[in-house]
């Protein structure tokens, strides 16, 4: 794990990365500025538990490639997970919190996550680890209304223009950021690549 200073804001933001690409870095960049982070763990995962993983990178290839597209010295590439033998972000943010005394955690995704977010293992555990920053994706923009995570929650959702203070707040807490979108996406990328989709 990245070493973190007593009272540090921090974002988490997992992902495939299968390969990266600038609509992950334009979330980083959107999360260090709105939600004031003092650092953004970018967490390679083994593998998502709910994809495909026959078309999987090798993490090491995974990790190279977001090393190379995340210039900002706030973000650390890591894969503990791995590591650690962590297999669903909710025994990762169990594992970072008995950890990380002192640290205000943020869980960061995209839209489209949140749209599925209630497929996740204990789901609502996770909601109640770390306050949850959703950053807007197109296609995704109204999972805000829809998804069964927002329904559920509805009563902790904060209003975007208090997301600085969304690393200090008591989870439940979760805000969805309006802001710069990005189409890009891994799917269409692999498309390119000969013989993978
Ligand atoms: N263009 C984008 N805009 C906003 N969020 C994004 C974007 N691309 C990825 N994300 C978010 O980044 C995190 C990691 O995403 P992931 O590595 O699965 O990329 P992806 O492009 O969604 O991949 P795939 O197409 O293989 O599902 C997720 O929280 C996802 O919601
Ligand atoms: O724990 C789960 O059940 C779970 C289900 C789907 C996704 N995740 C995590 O969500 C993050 C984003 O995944 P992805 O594939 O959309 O980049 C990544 O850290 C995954 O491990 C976790």
């Known amino acids: 794990m990245p070493h973190v200073e007593q009272g540090m804001r921090v974002g988490l933001f997992g992902g495939s990365f299968n390969p990266p690409h600038g609509g992950h870095w334009l979330v980083a960049e959107i999360a260090l500025r709105r939600l004031r982070l003092n650092q953004l763990w970018w967490m390679v995962t083994p593998g998502n538990p709910l994809k ?18 995340t210039p900002d010295p706030r973000v650390k590439v890591t894969a503990f997970e791995a590591t650690y033998g962590l297999r669903y972000t909710a025994e990762t ?44 994706r197109p296609g995704s923009t109204l999972s805000y209304l829809s998804s069964k995570m927002a329904k559920t929650f509805a009563h902790a959702r904060v209003d975007e223009d208090d997301a600085g203070r969304l690393a200090l707040m008591e989870a439940p807490a979760w805000t969805f950021i309006h802001g710069p979108r990005s189409l890009l996406s891994s799917t269409e990328l692999r498309s390119h690549w000969p013989g993978k989709s």
């Not at 008995?98 to 205000?104: C, D, L, S, V, Y």
């Open 93 to 136: 943010l169990a594992v970072i919190k008995q950890r990380n005394a002192g640290i205000h955690f943020v869980w960061v995704m995209g839209a489209d996550n949140l749209a599925g977010f209630h497929h996740w293992q204990d789901w609502q555990a996770i909601a109640r680890t770390f306050p949850i920053a959703v950053i807007d």
């Open 52 to 69: 495909d993983h026959g078309k999987l990178l090798p993490l090491a290839k995974r990790i190279a490639l977001s090393e190379a597209i």
